[in-house]
């Protein structure tokens, strides 16, 4: 497999066609010649045995929410890479991740099937909210990575193709912020998010990508309407992953800032011209995108550097609003991030807000509350 290509499987039996596809793109090979360090002096180095070569695999767990939601990495997918590997004699294999600020990692391993996956492979899981964090230069910009990242010889990447509330799109590069800190994932918002994202792709490299192409919702990170496509796809470069995550969800790479930012930064190539599609199995579903729902009521939002789990809360609260017809009847915007701390205001939701004159607490309030809450205020404090 080349830098310019992606290599797409359709099915069902999720976990035998990820197999084969490690298979079809020679995930063994990959690691192998990553691991073979260039001969210096006219001397010939060797690489470590198999069993000694330290894998990473970073699935998408923002919630303890089911794959089938549409917000997280199927364990399948996951569950045939690792039998692929082990079969290839690598058994040193670490799964590494943090779900977003507000939910706790173990809760998603535990109810999204890591737990159990874990202890049928022997492998290791990694909450990356329990980590330790280290400073790094990130291409002139200082950022806290967890101390995991460190230790990975090879880090297979495997996220899930959806859709982002304030990004437009996640998939291979937003994933790598399941590996840093939650103090510096609420940084990030205050950076404005695409920068940092671009930045934290020079110093978090990822060596492989597996994508959950299968159900991804294409509006909402944490899931909740998902769009079957029953695809798990392989590439090398998240760059032109993330470009071509942008044609499948209807969005132009101009949409995403941190697309073009990372191109820059050497991580990769946007070049949709140079891509080249391998359909290895399988018959290749039409892709057509739905409409976005977000657009129809990010109008009611006055968002000012808000952490993800607050903002992804929010949008679906008034998405139920607006098809019960009562989104117009909201006489204000809803303020809500970081941005809004200390401030007064009229309407605001979590705990950044609490001055507010109405604030919906909580870091963040679930969707439930905000729908609650916002509904209240729309039937009686207007």
């Given at each position: 497999?080349?830098?310019?290509?992606?290599?797409?499987?359709?099915?069902?039996?999720?976990?035998?066609?990820?197999?084969?596809?490690?298979?079809?793109?020679?995930?063994?090979?990959?690691?192998l010649a990553k691991i073979n360090v260039p001969a210096t002096a006219g001397e010939s180095v060797q690489p470590p045995s198999c069993d000694k070569i330290r894998i990473g695999i970073k699935p998408n767990l923002v919630t303890p929410s089911p794959a089938e939601f549409g917000g997280t990495t199927h364990p399948e997918v996951v569950a045939g890479i690792i039998e692929y590997l082990q079969e290839k004699g690598f058994t040193d294999i670490s799964i590494a991740e943090g779900s977003w600020v507000g939910d706790k990692t173990s809760?998603?391993?535990?109810y999204c099937g890591y737990r159990s996956l874990a202890e049928k492979y022997n492998v290791r899981l990694i909450d990356t909210q329990k980590d330790s964090a280290v400073s790094v230069d990130a291409a002139g910009v200082k950022l806290s990575i967890c101390g995991c990242v460190e230790d990975f010889d090879f880090l297979i990447n495997v996220p899930v193709l959806k859709g982002h509330c304030q990004t437009h799109i996640t998939c291979a590069l937003k994933n790598m912020k399941g590996l840093i800190p939650n103090r510096e994932k609420r940084r990030f918002h205050t950076m404005g998010l695409h920068k940092p994202i671009a930045h934290l792709n020079t110093c978090i490299r990822q060596d492989f990508i597996v994508i959950d192409h299968i159900c991804g919702d294409p509006d909402f990170e944490e899931g909740g309407n998902p769009l079957v496509r029953n695809c798990v796809m392989a590439a090398l470069d998240p760059v032109l992953v993330d470009a071509f995550t942008c044609s499948l969800l209807n969005y132009e790479v101009k949409d995403v800032p941190y697309i073009r930012m990372a191109e820059a930064l050497g991580v990769g190539s946007a070049d949709l011209s140079s891509l080249r599609l391998i359909t290895c199995e399988g018959e290749a579903a039409e892709d057509t995108p739905r409409e976005h729902r977000l657009l129809s009521v990010s109008y009611a939002v006055d968002e000012s550097d808000s952490c993800s789990a607050c903002y992804g809360m929010l949008i679906p609260a008034l998405d139920r609003l607006r098809e019960e017809g009562l989104l117009d009847r909201l006489d204000t915007?809803?303020?809500?991030?970081?941005?809004?701390?200390?401030?007064?205001?009229?309407?605001?939701?979590?705990?950044?807000?609490?001055?507010?004159?109405?604030?919906?607490?909580?870091?963040?309030?679930?969707?439930?509350?905000?729908?609650?809450?916002?509904?209240?205020?729309?039937?009686n404090h207007r």
């Open positions: 497999m080349n830098k310019n290509e992606i290599w797409r499987s359709y099915g069902t039996d999720y976990r035998e066609m990820t197999r084969r596809l490690m298979a079809q793109t020679d995930l063994a090979g990959h690691i809760e998603a391993f535990e915007t809803v303020s809500i991030g970081q941005g809004h701390q200390g401030k007064k205001g009229i309407l605001g939701v979590g705990k950044c807000t609490r001055k507010f004159d109405f604030s919906i607490r909580g870091c963040p309030p679930d969707e439930e509350e905000i729908y609650q809450g916002l509904k209240d205020y729309i039937l």
